[in-house]
């Protein structure tokens, strides 16, 4: 008589895995959570958001949300001959976009370290990579 684990189409390693998974992601989220609940980032956020930092920070976000719209929406899409192109091609219609987007990542790191470097000091960096760990896990999510 065959297990449940194989009657239902899952191994046990694939389930284990699975769980694994979500639990670090689950993980991320919370430290996320209760890092900028106890260290009060908004409040950081807000006073400190004047100068050139929050104004190249703002423009590399915007850099990369234009960058993904463009990969994930408007090259799939919205093409001159109406028909769907191949995405495993898109290198060939976007060439650089990876490379921008890395170069204003980086960009937009080193500018939230130096605009929240006056709240945090030393810990703005491990501050800001737990943050960005859990909002990468909470869009790996969905």
């Known amino acids: 008589m065959p ?3 194989t009657a239902t189409g899952s191994s046990p390693r694939k389930t284990e895995t699975t769980i694994r998974r979500l639990a670090e992601k689950v993980f ?12 009060e980032l908004p409040n950081a956020l807000l006073e400190y958001g004047y100068g050139w930092p929050i104004y190249v920070s703002m423009l590399c976000l915007t850099g990369i949300g234009g960058i993904f719209a463009y990969l994930t ?6 093409t001159l001959d109406r028909t769907r192109i191949n995405l495993s091609n898109w290198e060939r219609e976007a060439p650089r976009s ?7 990542g980086l960009t937009l ?4 370290n130096v605009w929240l470097w006056p709240a945090f000091g030393i810990l703005t960096p ?6 960005f760990l859990g909002f990468i896990c ?3 999510m969905f």
């Open 3 to 5: 297990s449940s684990s």
């Open 28 to 39: 991320w989220i919370a430290a996320a959570l209760v890092l900028g609940y106890y260290t």
């Open 73 to 78: 929406f408007y090259l799939p899409y919205f």
């Open 98 to 104: 990876i490379q921008t987007a890395t170069v204003l």
């Open 109 to 112: 790191t080193v500018c939230v």
């Open 126 to 131: 491990v501050i800001l990579f737990v943050e």
């Open 138 to 140: 909470l869009l790996a």
